[in-house]
T-cell receptor
Framework: SAVISQKPSRDICQRGTSLTIQCQVD?????MFWYRQQPGQSLTLIAT?????????ESGFVIDKFPISRPNLTFSTLTVSNMSPEDSSIYLC????????????FGPGTRLTVT | GDSVTQMEGPVTLSEEAFLTINCTYT??????LFWYVQYPGEGLQLLLK?????DKGSNKGFEATYRKETTSFHLEKGSVQVSDSAVYFC???????????FGAGTILRVKS
């Protein structure tokens, strides 16, 4: 399975600022995903990021708040914009390997606290 | 839409006890089913999967069988260890879809 790293691993940010989270994969993958895990909760898909096309956002998530870039087949970024305390969560990227039967592999996550 | 329902936790067991975590799903078509595990302070790891009815996924002593007739995918282990303490998530992937739908997660605590 692919090895996925994320930066930063954690951060504490001020209300109203923005944070960009990086996701790096050790092999080329077609599909990358960004999830949010609010404290004590399950995972919710934010968007799907395919290289060479606009990200596809799930209901309740918008590009102005969570802009995503996917410049190549091994890298993606998620920006959390104009942050509020409600954005305090773990943000995880995942990938679906080529040929994998729909399973996804996850990065270690970025733990964000907004004060 | 598709959904996954897991038994509520936390589940607290003594070491070497038998574990069952119930998972049922609602989906159109024929989804693939997964169990993921999240150890404290870590990301999610794929524990096991099943892609069609009656498939049994297994890994590290854990097992789950895809039961289409009862729309279930219950996780079992015969003898748990303290190191199994984690949060367990049941998930499905829609047939022909890209999205993973997760259950709420079940906290497992194993006491020595």
């Amino acid at each position: 399975s692919a090895v996925i790293s994320q930066k930063p691993s954690r951060d504490i940010c001020q209300r109203g600022t923005s944070l960009t989270i990086q996701c790096q994969v050790d092999s080329q993958v077609t599909m990358m995903f960004w999830y949010r895990q609010q404290p004590g909760q399950s995972l919710t898909l934010i968007a799907t990021a395919n290289q060479g096309s606009e990200a596809t956002y799930e209901s309740g998530f918008v590009i102005d708040k969570f802009p995503i870039s996917r410049p190549n087949l091994t890298f993606s970024t998620l920006t959390v914009s104009n942050m509020s305390p409600e954005d305090s969560s773990i943000y995880l990227c995942s990938v679906r390997d080529r040929g994998a039967h729909y399973e996804q592999y996850f990065g270690p996550g970025t733990r964000l606290t907004v004060t | 839409g598709d959904s996954v329902t897991q038994m509520e936790g936390p589940v607290t067991l003594s070491e070497e006890a038998f574990l069952t975590i119930n998972c049922t799903y609602t989906a159109t078509g024929y989804p693939s089913l997964f169990w993921y595990v999240q150890y404290p302070g870590e990301g999610l790891q794929l524990l096991l999967k099943a892609t069609k009815a009656d498939d049994k996924g297994s890994n590290k002593g854990f097992e789950a069988t895809y039961r289409k007739e009862t729309t279930s995918f219950h996780l079992e282990k015969g003898s748990v260890q303290v190191s199994d303490s984690a949060v367990y998530f049941c998930a499905l992937s829609e047939e022909y879809g890209n999205k993973l739908v997760f259950g709420a997660g079940t906290i497992l605590r194993v006491k020595s």
